[in-house]
């Protein structure tokens, strides 16, 4: 019979040997999963990073966008002052036309309802017309327009127009195909 001592040690042997491989083996798999987890933590990090970078280059574009639509904006607002301005100046112009023309046909010995028919409009309007017809000349801003209040002229005696059919039960002035006469001289005031 052998030696006690040597048997332990030859069996011992083998087990220190699979008892160090498996230490490895364990340490390998630790360090694998801490790379594995880095690697995923830097992949983390650099989607982060790029998800920052796309929010922040649309955020630049936006602001571009909208600068350039508020230039645009501001630009077409210019416009359109400019365009409403000299529609009124033109509308002033042509409504002084009116007035004017108005004011001949008061002269000539229409009525305000042979006027308003004539003309499709309201005797109200007729009114304001004239009103406008007899102010004095001035700036295009300050001439009235329709709609606007009535001008103290208004409160002038009525004009021949105005006070409707004459004592024969007639109206003053020429209806819808009758010949109208010659206008009388201007003199800047109204007919008796």
């Known amino acids: 019979m052998g030696d006690p001592a040597m048997n332990d040690d030859r069996n011992t042997g083998p087990q220190r040997g699979q008892g160090s491989s498996e230490l490895s083996a364990r340490l390998q798999h630790s360090r694998d999963v801490l790379e594995r987890r880095r690697a995923a933590e830097r992949q983390r990090e650099q989607g982060v990073a790029d ?45 002084e036309t009116q007035a004017a023309a108005v004011t001949r046909m008061d002269e000539y010995g229409c009525n305000a309802n042979d006027i308003a028919e004539l003309l499709e409009i309201s005797t109200k ?45 007639s109206s003053a002035g020429p209806h819808i195909g009758t010949v109208m006469p010659s206008p009388p001289p201007h003199d800047g005031g109204v007919v008796p």
């Open 51 to 95: 998800a920052v970078r796309e929010y922040w280059s649309a955020w630049q574009a936006i602001a571009t966008i909208e600068r350039r639509r508020d230039r645009r904006i501001q630009s077409l607002r210019d416009k359109i002052r400019d365009i409403t301005k000299t529609a009124a100046t033109d509308i002033a112009v042509h409504q």
């Open 125 to 169: 309007a007729v009114r304001q017309f004239l009103a406008a017809g007899r102010a004095e000349p001035g700036p295009l801003d300050q001439t009235p327009h329709l709609g606007s209040k009535p001008s103290p002229a208004e409160s002038q005696p009525p004009s021949r127009s105005e006070r409707g059919p004459n004592s024969h039960g």
